[in-house]
């Protein structure tokens, strides 16, 4: 009876670790988003595995990372265990100790060395989220009308050479140019115009073209008020000219819209957008999208750095379950669950891992993960300046100047000079540098 009680006590025992796991429950928080419901699919697979329960939060996209995210960093009311948020953002958070860096824990566990420029990520000597998203400016365009016999013989008359996916800026231009057709309902292109952070896309990726930074990623030089930066201003007002008038107070979603409705020729914007234009349930040019990444190989730019916008969860500093919670991220993030974000959800994922990029089973649904992992070999991908004040260049500086410029408030050349007096104030101000 005796060894009977003492071996049922022992098996209590052993059992008791993982009862106190199942206690544990790992809260995310993130934005509603494409890439944020592929990462969130694999939860209740790594709730399992890790032997926690798992709550999940998704927040309008803005006020997620604007507003709801900073002032739970302000109160620390310990809401969320992870965090998902963009590269661009560690440095606000890491000032306001809000994450716990990566090197706490077993880094190795994440596998660095397979997850793409994973280096940005860095800050302050240390890693702070795992990329999920890797998300990369470039240009949608419509396959169908490119592939139309018609178009191309039509083209080639108007302009001297095939029409074939852009090469450069002043083919994009041409292309924009003989897609312009408003009395057919057709328009070169739609562009992000609201006053928001999104009008900062095409004029962020006009920049590359010409091979410069709006702010210099390690000098923090400022790239606007020079023959360069008007040139990328002047730019601007061109490709307005040939837009949906629509663009002047589209949005991110706004914009998407138009695009997938079938209006417009292209759009400048980032990769994932490719994810809702191939979903055949809502869109009419499913099937029919090109992407071509920025910079081109014919904008004559001899070191061509491209522009990546990386998301993925990080590990807040008021969890009381940090080692669970690491745990579980490592699952969230691996190959495993890279592959089933892209095949098994509605709309898939743009991954971060190269493992996924080139998976066969990741490529037969996108076959266009491909040309990514081959195209950004020649690119030096770069962050915007890990610096908290970006936020606001790029959040309310970029976005007011550049509205005004676009409905006539401000010329160019009024517009380059308050951009770069206004950038610059907030880096004196921020101790970045001297006045």
Not at 16 to 30: F, K
Not at 98 to 103: A, F, I, Q, S
Request: net charge negative; charged share 20%; hydrophobic share 45%.
């Amino acid at each position: 009876m005796k060894r009977t009680v003492i071996l049922l006590l022992l098996a209590l025992l052993l059992l008791l670790p993982a009862a106190q796991a199942q206690d544990v429950t790992i809260s995310i928080g993130a934005e509603t988003g494409v890439h944020a419901d592929a990462l969130i699919a694999n939860a209740e697979r790594c709730a399992e595995e890790v032997g926690v329960a798992y709550e999940a939060h998704q927040l309008p996209p803005g006020e997620w990372i604007n507003s709801i995210l900073p002032t739970e960093a302000a109160v620390r009311s310990g809401l969320y265990d992870i965090a998902y948020i963009p590269i661009g953002k560690i440095a606000q958070f890491v000032a306001a100790d809000y994450l716990l860096p990566l090197e706490d824990f077993d880094i190795d566990a994440v596998d660095p060395d397979d997850i793409a420029f994973f280096n940005l990520t860095e800050f302050e000597g240390k890693h702070w989220l795992v990329p999920w998203l890797n998300e990369y400016q470039g240009i949608l365009y419509r396959t169908d009308l490119m592939n139309d016999p018609d178009e191309q013989a039509a083209f080639m008359e108007a302009y001297g050479y095939e029409l074939a996916a852009p090469q450069s800026r002043l083919e994009y231009f041409d292309h924009v140019e003989f897609f312009h057709r408003p009395d057919e309902g057709l328009y070169g292109k739609i562009a992000y115009g609201l006053r928001a952070p999104w009008i900062t896309i095409l004029h962020q990726a006009l920049s590359f073209m010409y091979g410069i930074e709006v702010v210099d990623n390690e000098t923090l030089e400022i790239n606007i008020n020079t023959p360069e930066g008007i040139a990328v201003l002047n730019d601007m007002m061109a490709l307005y000219e040939f837009a949906d008038p629509a663009s002047y107070t589209a949005g991110w979603v706004e914009g998407n819209a138009n695009f997938t409705a079938g209006r417009d020729y292209s759009l400048v914007t980032w990769n994932s957008v490719l994810l809702y234009g191939n979903d055949p349930d809502t869109s009419d040019v499913a099937g029919n999208i090109g992407f071509q990444l920025i910079p081109m190989p014919g904008d004559g730019v001899e070191e061509p750095e491209g522009y990546l916008s990386q998301w993925g969860p990080a590990i807040s500093s008021t969890t009381e379950n940090p080692q669970e919670t690491f745990d579980f991220l490592v699952c969230l993030t691996n190959t495993e669950s890279g592959v089933h974000g892209v095949t098994a959800t509605r709309l898939g994922n743009s991954p971060s891992r190269i493992s996924v990029l080139q998976d066969e089973r990741a490529l037969a649904r996108f076959p266009w993960l491909g040309d990514i992992a081959a195209g950004i070999q020649s690119l030096n991908i770069i962050n915007s300046p890990n610096i908290p004040e970006m936020g606001d260049i790029g959040g309310e500086v970029l976005p007011r100047l550049l509205s005004a410029m676009i409905t006539g408030e401000a010329t160019v050349e009024e517009t380059a000079a308050a951009m770069d007096a206004e950038i610059m104030q907030i880096l004196i101000d921020g101790g970045h540098v001297e006045g």
